[in-house]
């Protein structure tokens, strides 16, 4: 007998809705055949079998379900399963039945979801309906009849946003932050922007540069793109995979540049418009949102002046870029210019990263975006991005010791 468990499919969630199964109790699956469909709180998968044999379901669907519960087992033979359903006692399960959680938790069609939201509908009204799946009709019948009058509206967040609640309350129990920032003239990286923008006509701005210049600086700074062991210690990266906040108003996203540092720019401003019309349409799969290694966070609106983002459990630091502003700037001779500016924040997990160590991998981000000649061609390393930063995981530990007391 083998059992199969509800694998992890993100870093957001410790729960998942098992949706559907995708086949029957007794059916023959190969290795690979979908078994059932599981919603994480950005998407839906398909949860596919690792090994072959016959299908005995455990859990009623739809149901809430643990990363690792068991939530069905593969038989060897038909007569294997029979004599485990023979041998299964009769004694009521201490949990909900199948009808009781079928009852509770309806599914909901996205019109039917957003429509809810909207007038502040609690899902056991929802599930009141006595109906599995719940359209947009049935939510506005609800509308309807609701009484009239001063009652008080009730926003219920979504389950998108009680994963980020979730995840923030863990960061900031979990990860002893502290944040620093750098103020970053970005006449010339605006003006390269442009110019590839022109030449390639691909839409690229200053998130995209620095995606490029994040990509690039992983080999030199790589305490800041580790991750984190339940044994205290830091898994040092390959590569730097970035997660990117997209929010469209339709929820929180992080998707993921894999291997950002081997991408050009063209491909990188491709990928993040793709993000988008993903968030708009909400149709990211897990795979888009898992194995980030560090956090670019986009809060760059006009008159956003500075913000610090949290670090994402699993991860050391995080990057935040603020919106553009022109501001006054004197000269040596006294002479007042302008210029536009923007500021990047970083917030490090300093039981791994050190001040100095962030100090030098904000510089190496600033000199890189005030200077960003080479970022339109991939091959350009992060050594010659910019200079004066460690270059190596020794190098970082031997110096941070004795250096970060005057830098917290």
């Known amino acids: 007998m083998i059992d199969i468990e509800m694998p992890k499919l993100n870093s957001n969630d410790t729960a998942y809705v098992l949706v559907e199964w995708l086949a029957e109790d007794g ?3 190969g290795e690979g055949d979908p078994v059932a469909v599981v919603e994480t709180s950005k ?13 005995q379901r455990l859990v009623a669907a739809p149901a809430d379900c643990g990363q690792g519960d068991v939530i069905a087992h593969l038989f060897a033979s038909e007569a294997e399963r029979q004599g485990f359903l023979a041998g299964r006692t009769a004694e009521p399960a201490d949990g909900p039945t199948a009808e009781d959680v079928s009852e509770r938790l309806p599914l909901l069609t996205e019109p039917a979801r957003l429509l809810a939201e909207r007038h ?26 609701a009484p ?11 389950r998108a946003q009680r994963a980020v609640g979730a995840v923030v309350s863990e960061s900031h129990r979990e990860i002893p932050a502290a944040f620093t920032a750098a103020v970053v003239t970005v006449d010339s990286a605006l003006a390269t922007a442009i110019e590839l923008s022109e030449r390639t006509e691909a839409l690229i701005g200053l998130p995209e540069l620095l995606v490029a210049v994040l990509g690039r600086l992983q080999g030199r700074f790589p305490l800041c ?26 929820g929180l996203f992080a998707p993921v540049v894999k291997n950002a540092g081997e991408r050009t720019l063209v491909e990188i401003a491709g990928l993040l418009m793709d993000y988008r ?3 708009m349409r909400e149709a990211f799969h897990a795979k888009d949102l898992h194995g980030a290694n560090i956090l670019l966070s986009l809060n760059n609106d006009d008159d956003i002046l500075l913000t610090q983002p949290i670090i994402f459990p699993g991860q050391t630091c995080a990057v935040s870029l603020a919106g553009i502003r022109r501001e006054a700037v004197f000269a040596d001779d006294g ?51 910019s200079a004066g930063a460690p270059a190596s995981p020794a190098d ?12 917290r």
């Open 120 to 145: 502040g509908i609690e899902p056991a009204a929802l599930s009141r309906l006595g109906l599995r799946v719940v359209r947009e009709a049935d939510v506005r019948r609800l509308v309807r009849e």
């Open 396 to 407: 970082v530990g031997s110096e941070e010791v004795g250096a970060d007391a005057g830098n």
């Open 27 to 29: 059916q023959r699956l």
């Open 277 to 279: 019309v993903m968030a």
């Open 43 to 55: 998407a839906a998968e398909e949860l596919c079998c690792e090994h072959g044999g016959i299908l």
């Open 335 to 385: 002479s007042v210019t302008s210029r536009s500016a923007a500021i990047v924040g970083l917030a490090y997990d300093h039981r791994f990263v050190n001040g100095r160590t962030a100090m030098e991998f904000l510089k190496a981000i600033k000199a890189a975006l005030e200077s960003p000649a080479g970022l339109g061609d991939p091959s350009v390393s992060g050594e010659a991005v």
């Open 148 to 158: 009239q009058g001063g009652e008080t509206r009730v926003h219920t967040p979504s």
């Open 225 to 250: 793109y580790g991750t984190p062991t339940a044994e205290g210690a830091l898994l040092l990266p390959e590569a730097a995979h970035i997660g990117v906040t997209v929010d469209v108003g339709r």
